[in-house]
């Protein structure tokens, strides 16, 4: 029996990739090198087209930190999706940085970026495991919790 893609896993999951928007900005999606793709950094942006907005350990939970992470990774694949038609052709996620708007106090960004990491991990398996960076922040555009960038090796 061949191993489940990763669009089947994410269907398992009971996950269907959004629709995502251009970039708004002075930037690209992503940056292609070889076979290496930097994508720029992205946030929790819901299927109602709106952020999931506020700081961690004030107004949101880690658990919905976490939840909004999930979301981030969810977001970051569409994005890959929409550009290579396939997410098959992910070799190997690389790279992770994650930035959590986070009230003074809050020390657990590990704790809310593990919701991108699981997400990927549960989708590619050991292909997903990453190298990863958790940093805490003041404040993200449009107050989103969590911005997050990737870097993937394609085949």
Same mark, same amino acid.
């Given at each position: 029996?061949s191993?489940?893609?990763?669009?089947?896993?994410?269907?398992?999951?009971?996950?269907? !990739?959004?629709?995502?928007?251009? =970039? #708004?900005?002075?930037?690209?999606?992503? &940056? %292609? /090198?070889?076979?290496? $793709?930097?994508?720029?950094?992205?946030?929790?942006?819901?299927?109602d087209?709106?952020?999931?907005?506020?700081?961690?350990?004030?107004?949101?939970?880690?658990?919905?930190?976490?939840?909004?992470?999930?979301?981030?990774?969810?977001?970051?694949?569409?994005? !890959?999706?929409?550009?290579?038609? =396939? #997410?098959?052709?992910?070799?190997?996620? &690389? %790279? /992770?940085?994650?930035? $959590?708007?986070?009230?003074?106090?809050?020390?657990?960004?590990?704790?809310?970026?593990?919701g991108?990491?699981?997400?990927?991990?549960?989708?590619?398996?050991?292909?997903?495991r990453?190298?990863?960076?958790?940093?805490?922040?003041?404040?993200?555009?449009?107050?989103?919790?969590?911005?997050?960038?990737?870097?993937?090796?394609m085949?």
């Amino acid at each position: 029996m061949s191993a489940q893609t990763p669009e089947q896993k994410l269907s398992q999951l009971g996950i269907q !990739l959004p629709q995502i928007p251009e =970039s #708004l900005g002075s930037y690209v999606d992503m &940056v %292609k /090198v070889g076979n290496m $793709v930097f994508l720029s950094g992205r946030g929790p942006l819901k299927a109602d087209g709106k952020y999931i907005t506020g700081k961690v350990g004030s107004s949101l939970t880690t658990e919905e930190g976490y939840q909004a992470a999930r979301l981030t990774a969810i977001n970051q694949l569409a994005v !890959l999706k929409r550009a290579f038609g =396939s #997410l098959n052709k992910i070799k190997r996620i &690389v %790279k /992770v940085n994650g930035y $959590v708007n986070t009230a003074e106090s809050f020390t657990d960004q590990s704790k809310v970026m593990n919701g991108f990491s699981d997400l990927l991990i549960e989708v590619f398996g050991e292909k997903g495991r990453h190298a990863r960076t958790s940093v805490g922040v003041y404040t993200l555009p449009q107050n989103m919790v969590i911005e997050a960038e990737m870097i993937v090796e394609m085949e």
